[in-house]
């Protein structure tokens, strides 16, 4: 079998975003264009696809370049905490708030605030969220102060919003003030050659971090990764290829490089693996007797909503 060398496809780059794929320049030129405007934009897209990339460069695309951007994700924080980074608090507000905190709405004042995971936004923090987008104002917890901002809002979410609406989860008037303008991120299966210029991306990316210098991959090892789903995306497949370069040796990534899954093969039964794949089943099912409500597997499993979804995360659910 012969190996594969690098093919040297020549990416184009959006604020740290590669891509050799026309369906992708497409969705960045959309992006683009709607980047001039104020709307506010829900960007729709797998887990790993790139959709914090795609709101900095909304960001960086737009008059407010030079203002602040700023990134939360909803689904990794507690509901009390995410009020509190949201709207700030004054000291006293609740128990262990020992000093005034002013919260991103504040700071991102003419600037660009990215929502992560709106889905999962608690019922409560929704209807703040509307009034912002509605007045463009807000209240800190713990005050009467009525503060005004000018934010520029950007969320993104795996799942669909209207599901969430049926659900009872989702404020229906929020979901047409948060998806004025909806942008579809095309999984990384997608994106034609983009799965074989990130390999190389990557591959260079580990060559000048690390003493190794990979210049070749066999021609399997080649297959394999032209052929997986990619079900994490771009995030995935960089762990890959750091997986690769860190346990391989020389200057070729061989097939057995690869992690299991690659090689369609169930993981190793090793005592660890063991503890997280049990981990992993017991969490899998969970979510589908309570079809995918994460808030109701938390309170099955006795965890946080947070930890489940640091958890769902580690065990790439
Ligand atoms: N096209 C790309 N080129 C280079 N790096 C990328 C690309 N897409 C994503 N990445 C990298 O992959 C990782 C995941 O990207 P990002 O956080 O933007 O994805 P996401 O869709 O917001 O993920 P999540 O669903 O977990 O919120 C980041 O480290 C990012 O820099």
Known sequence: MSDRLNP????????????????????????ARVARTNASILVRGESGSGKELVARFIHEQSKRENKTFSAINCAALSRELMASELFGHRKGAFTGASHDRTGLLQLTDGGTLFLDEIAEMPLDIQAGLLRVLQDQCFTPLGSSEVIHTDIRLISATHESIRRRVSEGEFREDLMYRVRVVPLYLPPLIERDRDIE?????????????????????????????????????VRELRNVIEYAHAIGEGNKIEIADLP?????????????????VLERERILEQLRMHNGHKQKVADALGISRATLWRKMKTLGI
Not at 260 to 275: I, K, M, S, Y
């Open 8 to 31: 040297n496809l020549e990416p184009m780059v959006f604020s740290g975003l590669y891509t050799v794929s026309k369906k992708m320049i497409s969705f960045m030129e959309k992006a």
């Open 260 to 276: 299991p899954e690659l090689r369609g093969e169930a993981p190793p039964d090793e005592r660890e693996e063991t503890v997280e």
């Open 197 to 233: 210029m990130l390999c190389w991306h990557f591959i260079d990316e580990f060559n000048s971090e690390n003493d190794r210098r990979v210049h070749r991959i066999s021609e399997d090892a080649y297959d394999a990764l032209l052929q997986y789903r990619w079900p994490g995306n």
